[in-house]
């Protein structure tokens, strides 16, 4: 189920002075909310010799201490870049089979001698929990999700789960 699709980093990064940007803190709830996390965008007007894309995705359960989740490597990995046009790319970071964080932030590194270029990054995230299967299997049974898409609101009286009688009051 798609949980949210957001603009997570605009902006330039220097290889040279900041060679690594991370997104913002408002955005790491949300982040480490979901269990799929797709990660896209694009690259353009990247300068330098040998330049390479490389984004990390690190995880907190307080903000303070941070760890790599990405144990089998980063998200993208030394990407190589084009300094005539534009580089899109593309790839997704799976938590299903890990221990799931309450914060994700993505750490965002270019390499190369004086390299600089503009990112472009969106972040795409999927719930595959039971919890998103409840919510899809209701949507298929008549409910529908809340004009602001906050919750379940069902037509009709109240129905309680796996037929469960309404309790006396």
């Known amino acids: 189920m798609l949980v949210f699709h957001e603009l997570v980093y605009d902006g330039y990064v220097l290889a040279d002075s900041a060679p690594q940007v991370y997104t ?8 480490g909310a979901v269990d799929v996390l797709h990660v896209s965008g694009y690259a353009t007007q990247v300068s330098g010799t040998s330049p390479t ?6 995880v907190s359960n307080d903000r303070v201490f941070w760890y790599p989740q990405d144990l089998l490597g980063p998200v993208i990995d030394n990407l190589p870049l084009s300094t005539s046009t534009e580089t899109f790319f593309q790839a997704v970071e799976t938590t299903v089979t890990r221990v799931r964080f ?21 972040a795409t995230g999927r ?13 298929a049974a008549g409910g ?23 309790p006396k009051l």
């Open 53 to 58: 894309l490389t984004i990390h995705v690190d």
């Open 102 to 122: 309450g914060y994700v932030k993505l750490k965002i590194s270019l390499d190369g001698t004086t390299a600089r270029g503009f990112l472009r990054v969106w």
């Open 127 to 139: 719930d595959l929990s039971r919890r998103a299967a409840k919510l899809r299997s209701s949507k």
């Open 144 to 166: 529908m999700m809340s004009a602001r898409g906050r919750g379940l609101t069902l037509p009709g009286a109240m129905q309680l789960p796996n037929g469960m009688p309404r």
């Open 24 to 31: 913002g803190p408002d955005l790491m709830p949300l982040l």
